[in-house]
């Protein structure tokens, strides 16, 4: 929660393993067998996504799915509605519809199984495509706030994950890596010699929480869960030198 | 009052963004001279069409607009990546979910100087740094890159704000312009908050940590005064 989360091993294979999930359906089991939360992936319907169906990939039981789709529940569901309308992630406690049909679509949800608490990350990329990521649990506030709390780094960088791992299950290619700007290569240069972020932090002159906020930017561009991972794609692109040559010169 | 409004509140809101497409104008084209898209009296650009958040100070009856800027989530489309590149280089292309952009921050100064005379020019762009380290902590944004003028840095130092300057470009308009990239964290919004003698989170009804927020407020001496002490910058 202060600065740049410091991310557990677990969360960091938690993101490798939803991103090497063999399709989406797969990744968010994974998610909700480690946070014991349902999940959703909902990539908006575009016209140039040339679907007929929305994508929609879903850890509720199928029961629920089935009584959401025969009700029509979609047409009048808020976390869809104005989900998609939204920018910032929110609690579901925050949406302002309120209607009678609302209420017994949440009341239906229960009776099925799923938790009174949600909460959803709007996703969107270079592209300008967006997707909603939705997590529904049985906790309740302020145990809920707590978690989501404690957790939403983590949530909102497995929900981009997800999302990238999406593009490739329906458009059949990912975003294509974006370009490394010099002073990210400059900080993953160092991390490939193997300093930290405070030592990079001194050696370049800025705060450690902006060299962290670079890596980040590193890891997100070459779409990678981890910044060990990182350097090996960097190398892979050759955006830093093999190691074998014995530095990690920086090739631009 | 402080307010964020995102896309599903557009139209409920339509005259303050009106006011703020306006008010932009005024700063950005007129005043500062800068390269940007003019309709008539409104500066509106075509990230205002990719649904942004607006972080907006206006009176209680959000008639009066005192200041706004726009966020948006730098995975997606963003000015300082398509736009400042230009002029900042790449180094301030930064992309990751938890680093949100923050642009087109202005102020109506005359506005205010009716309405809230005792707050200066310099005041009021330290509380719209405040209202986004309170917006980004409580999304869980934990960066924000955001372009200022060089003698604005100053101001922010002394309201607590914690940046590196990425970048800086001249030739954009009049003045030149800096980017810097701001932390977002519990820490760093105490910091503001004291700094600034603000005894509460300027939006209402933000659900903040009350633990973490009483102890800050108990020592602040500040505390029983009014929302604005009209400290002076």
Same mark, same amino acid.
């Given at each position: ?14 993101? =490798? ?99 009174? #608490? ?9 592209? &300008? ?7 529904? &649990? ?19 960088? $497995? ?21 490394? =700007? ?43 869960? #981890? ?26 | ?15 303050? $963004? ?49 200041? #706004? ?19 900042? &280089? ?30 200066? $020019? ?7 740094? =405040? ?103």
């Amino acid at each position: 929660m202060h600065g740049v989360e410091i991310i557990s091993g677990a969360q960091e294979a938690l993101r =490798a393993a939803v991103a090497a999930a063999s399709n989406v359906q797969e990744a968010c089991e994974a998610i909700r067998k480690y946070y014991d939360v349902h999940v959703v992936y909902h990539l908006a319907q575009t016209p140039d996504t040339g679907r007929d169906a929305p994508f929609v990939k879903t850890t509720y039981p199928t029961a629920w799915v089935g009584h959401y789709v025969l009700n029509g529940y979609v047409n009048i569901d808020p976390v869809v509605h104005e989900g998609f309308q939204r920018v910032l992630p929110f609690d579901w406690s925050e949406l302002s519809v309120a209607t009678l049909q609302v209420e017994r679509l949440f009341r239906d949800a229960i009776r099925f199984g799923l938790g009174a #608490s949600g909460y959803s990350v709007p996703l969107t990329d270079k592209a &300008g495509r967006r997707a909603l990521f939705s997590i529904n &649990g049985m906790m309740v506030k302020p145990a809920w706030h707590d978690f989501v709390r404690a957790n939403r780094g983590c949530l909102t960088d $497995l929900a981009q994950i997800l999302h990238r791992r999406a593009l490739v299950e329906v458009y059949g290619e990912g975003d294509a890596a974006q370009r490394l =700007a010099p002073r990210e290569i400059e900080c993953l240069a160092w991390v490939a010699q193997g300093k930290e972020a405070p030592q990079i932090a001194v050696i370049l002159g800025l705060s450690a929480h902006t060299v962290r906020a670079y890596l980040k930017s590193v890891r997100h561009k070459l779409n990678c869960t #981890s910044i060990s991972q990182a350097v090996d794609r960097a190398r892979q692109l050759r955006i830093l030198a093999p190691p074998s040559t014995g530095g990690t010169q920086v090739r631009q | 009052m402080f307010i964020t409004i995102e896309p599903h509140q557009f139209s409920a809101n339509q005259k303050l $963004l009106d006011a703020m497409f306006r008010l932009r104008k005024r700063v950005f084209f007129d005043e500062l001279g800068w390269d940007v898209p003019i309709k008539g009296d409104r500066e509106r650009d075509r990230y205002d069409d990719h649904r942004p958040v607006y972080l907006i100070w206006c009176s209680d009856d959000r008639r009066t607009l005192y200041a #706004s800027l726009r966020l948006m989530p730098t995975t997606g489309p963003t000015l300082l990546h398509d736009v400042f590149s230009r002029t900042f &280089g790449n180094d301030v292309d930064l992309s990751a979910p938890g680093i949100w952009e923050a642009t087109r921050m202005c102020v109506d100064v005359e506005a205010l100087r009716l309405d809230h005379p005792e707050i200066d $020019l310099m005041r009021a762009m330290s509380l719209m740094v =405040a209202l986004i380290c309170e917006v980004a902590v409580d999304k869980g944004i934990h960066t924000v890159v955001s372009n200022y003028e060089p003698q604005i840095a100053r101001v922010y130092k002394r309201a607590g704000a914690k940046f590196d300057e990425i970048g800086r470009a001249d030739g954009y308009g009049k003045r030149p312009v800096c980017c810097g990239l701001f932390e977002a964290s519990e820490c760093v919004l105490q910091q503001i908050y004291t700094k600034l003698r603000l005894s509460k989170p300027l939006l209402s009804g933000l659900r903040h940590t009350a633990q973490h927020h009483a102890p800050a407020f108990a020592v602040n001496p500040y505390a029983a005064q009014a929302r604005f002490s009209g400290f002076a910058a």
